[in-house]
C-alpha cells in the first residue's frame, strides 16, 4: 500500500509512520488526531469501561459514605468520580452525597480526578505530585492514622491499596467501585496485534490505561509470546503512554516507554511526534537525491513508498551508514524472524524493485551491500 505522495504529506509530522491506538475510550478522537498529522493507524481496543452489573452494589456502598461522614475522601479517576455521582443523582442520593463530601478533606491522585472534583464543586485539599495512588498514600501518611476514609478507586488500582491504608491506620475504610473493565476486541485481533508488534510491522503502539496493557500481556503470555513481546517493545517498538499510572505495568515487564510531563493524550501526541521525528526518521542525500525513511515508508524522488518489514531494516541500516559498506553478516543479523545469506538476498531483491531505481542500493562484492551516494 502505497502513502499518499504529495509534499503536503511529507511535512505531516507523523507522515510514514505506523501506531497502533488500543483504546476505546476518546478512541476516535485519538485516531483522527494522529490521522491529521499523517499516521497510519491501527485501532484494535482492547478494553472498555462499563457500568457495574448490579448498580446496587455502587448504590450500597455510597449510603455507607453517607453514613460514615468520612475526614477523607480519595479519588483517583475522573471517570469513575462522576460516575459516581451520577448514579448517586439518579438514585436520590446526590444531595446527601454532596453534604457529607463537603464536610470532608478531599485528595486527588492527578489532574483529571482534579478537574471532575472541581466540576462538581469541590475543592481538593491535595493533589498527587506524579498521578500514583502510592504517592499520595505517602504524602498523606501522617493524616490518615485514626480517620475515617472512603476511596473512590478503579478497576487497576495497586493490588495491596486497601491493605496499605489499612497499614496506615484507616479506620471505617468504605471503598467505592464505581465501574469496570471489559474485553472490546475478539481474541484474534488481539493475537494479531501481539503478532504485528513482535515482527516490527508497528513503529510505534499507545495505551491510556494500564488494564489495556494488562490484557496484551495476558494474551501474549496465553500464547508463549510474551517475551518475544516486551523484547520488541523495549528495542524496535516505540511504546507510548498517558501517564506514570498507565506506564507502570510496561517498566515492570522493563519496558520503557514515553511518559509526557502532563498526562494528557495531547501531551503524548506531542511528546511521539518529538521522538519519532528524533529516532525514527533517518535521511541521506543519494544520488537519486534526498531519501527519506520514516518507519517503513521512504520519501524519494517526491515519491512515498510502503517497504516490507525486511526491506526496511536493510534500508534503515544503509542510510544510517550513509554510503559506507555494510557487510552481509551484520545485515542478515537485523533480519526479523530469519537469518540468512537467501533471506539477505531476497530482501534486496525485492527493496531494488521496490525503489525508482534498482542502483541505489549497490552491492559491493564479498563485502557486503551500501547506498550509491
Known sequence: MNAPSSQSTLQAPLAGFR????????????????????????????????????????????????????????????????????????????????????????????????????????????????????????????DIRGKKVAIQWH???????????????????????????????????????????????????????????????????????????????????????VGPVTAAPLQSAGVEPLIPERHRMGAMILQLIEHLGTHGTLSCQTALGACQLRGHTLYVEDQSIELGQAQAEVLRRLLDAGGAVVSRAELVSLLPSVSSNHALDMAVSRLRKSLPDPTLVSTVIKRGYRLNV
Not at 38 to 56: F, I, Q, Y
Not at 161 to 166: K, P, R, V
Not at 207 to 227: E, I, K, M, N, Y
Request: charged share 25%.
Open 19 to 142: 501506531i497502533a491506538v488500543t483504546s476505546d475510550r476518546r478512541s476516535q478522537e485519538l485516531v483522527e488526531a494522529l490521522e491529521r498529522r499523517g499516521a497510519l493507524v491501527e485501532h484494535t481496543p482492547l478494553l472498555k469501561l462499563a457500568p457495574l452489573d448490579n448498580e446496587e452494589q455502587l448504590l450500597s456502598q455510597t449510603r455507607q459514605v453517607i453514613a460514615q461522614r468520612p475526614h477523607l475522601l480519595l479519588v483517583t479517576t475522573g471517570y469513575g468520580f462522576r460516575r459516581w455521582f451520577d448514579s448517586a443523582e439518579a438514585a436520590g442520593l446526590g444531595e446527601s452525597l454532596t453534604r457529607v463530601l463537603s464536610d470532608a478533606q478531599i485528595h486527588v491522585r492527578g489532574a483529571k480526578a482534579l478537574g471532575a472534583v472541581r466540576a462538581l464543586g469541590f475543592t481538593a485539599a491535595s493533589v498527587g505530585s506524579d498521578g500514583l495512588t502510592s504517592t499520595l498514600l505517602r504524602d498523606l501518611a501522617s
Open 155 to 241: 478497576a487497576d488500582s495497586d493490588p495491596d491499596l486497601i491493605g496499605s491504608l489499612h497499614r496506615l491506620g484507616a479506620r471505617d475504610l468504605v471503598e467505592v467501585e464505581p465501574y469496570r473493565w471489559v474485553d472490546s476486541a475478539r481474541e484474534e485481533s488481539m493475537i494479531e496485534l501481539v503478532h504485528s508488534l513482535i515482527a516490527g510491522r508497528l513503529d510505534a503502539v499507545t495505551f491510556t490505561s494500564a488494564p489495556a496493557v494488562h490484557a496484551l500481556f495476558a494474551v501474549a503470555r496465553s500464547r508463549g509470546s510474551f517475551d518475544a513481546l516486551t523484547r520488541s517493545l523495549r528495542e524496535r517498538v516505540t511504546v507510548a503512554t
